[in-house]
Antibody, heavy 117, light 108 residues
Framework: EAHLVESGGGLVQPGGSLRLSCAVS????????MSWVRQAPGKGPEYVSA????????YYADSVKGRFTISRDNSENALFLQMNGLRADDTAVYFC??????????WGQGTLVTVSS | EIVLTQSPGTLSLSPGERATLSCRAS???????FAWYQQKPGQAPRLLIH???NRATGVPDRFSGSGSGTDFTLTINRLEPEDFAVYYC?????????FGQGTKVEIK
C-alpha cells in the first residue's frame, strides 16, 4: 500500500524560505512522476509543481516559477520542494502526490505552510 | 488556463438519494483526461474517477462519471453516510492542470 508522508511545513515570515520533504513507500518510487499540490483554506486544490520519474524534467505553475524548486532522490524514495521568496498567498496545506498519468492517485496527508509576519 | 466551474456549490440530500454533480470547463477538452476526487475534513483528496468514467481502485460502483467536451458529471447512486463530503473535478488535458472549486454534498 502506498504511503506518502510530508514534513517541513511551519510558520515563516514573508520573503522567507522553507524546504518540504515527502517520504514515499509502498510503490517503486523511481518509476513514477511526482507532484506537489497545495490547498489554501476553504479553496480547491492547486497544482504547484511536478517532476519526471528520473528527475530530469521539472514543471511549475506560473505562480511559483522562479521561487520554488522541485527535486527528488530516487535512492532515498524522497521528494522535495524548496520554497524561497514566500508570500502570504503561498499559505496552504501542501500535499505530495503521485502523478504519473496526469491525475493524482496517491496523496500524503499534507503539511501546513503559513506565511505571516 | 482552463477554468473549471462546479455546480451546485452545495447539495443537500438524504442517504439513499442520488447525487448529480456538474463541472463545466471554460474550454473544450479534446481528450478524456478528466478526474473527480472526494475530500473529507482534515484529509487529502481521494481519487474517485479518472479518464472521465474509470473508477479508481476500491471505489464503489455507485460512483460513476460521464461527459465530454466542456460538460462533465459525477453521479453518486444511493448515497451512503460516508459519501457526504466535498467533491472536486480536475482536468489534465491542458497544462496547467486545474481543479474546480468544489461541491459540498451535505446531509439534508
Amino acid at each position: 500500500e502506498a504511503h506518502l508522508v510530508e514534513s517541513g511545513g511551519g510558520l515563516v515570515q514573508p520573503g522567507g524560505s522553507l524546504r518540504l520533504s515527502c517520504a514515499v513507500s509502498g510503490f517503486t518510487f523511481r518509476s513514477f512522476a511526482m507532484s506537489w499540490v497545495r490547498q489554501a483554506p476553504g479553496k480547491g486544490p492547486e497544482y504547484v509543481s511536478a517532476i519526471s520519474a528520473d528527475g530530469a524534467t521539472t514543471y511549475y505553475a506560473d505562480s511559483v516559477k522562479g521561487r520554488f524548486t522541485i527535486s527528488r532522490d530516487n535512492s532515498e524514495n524522497a521528494l522535495f520542494l524548496q520554497m524561497n521568496g514566500l508570500r502570504a498567498d503561498d499559505t496552504a496545506v501542501y500535499f505530495c502526490a503521485r502523478s504519473d498519468f496526469g491525475f493524482y492517485d496517491y496523496w500524503g496527508q499534507g503539511t501546513l505552510v503559513t506565511v505571516s509576519s | 488556463e482552463i477554468v473549471l466551474t462546479q455546480s451546485p456549490g452545495t447539495l443537500s440530500l438524504s442517504p439513499g438519494e442520488r447525487a448529480t454533480l456538474s463541472c463545466r470547463a471554460s474550454q473544450t477538452l479534446t481528450t478524456t483526461f478528466f478526474a473527480w476526487y472526494q475530500q473529507k475534513p482534515g484529509q487529502a483528496p481521494r481519487l474517485l474517477i479518472h479518464g472521465v468514467s474509470n473508477r479508481a481502485t476500491g471505489v464503489p460502483d455507485r460512483f460513476s462519471g460521464s461527459g465530454s467536451g466542456t460538460d462533465f458529471t459525477l453521479t453518486i447512486n444511493r448515497l451512503e453516510p460516508e459519501d457526504f463530503a466535498v467533491y472536486y473535478c480536475q482536468q489534465y488535458d491542458t497544462s496547467p492542470k486545474t481543479f474546480g472549486q468544489g461541491t459540498k454534498v451535505e446531509i439534508k
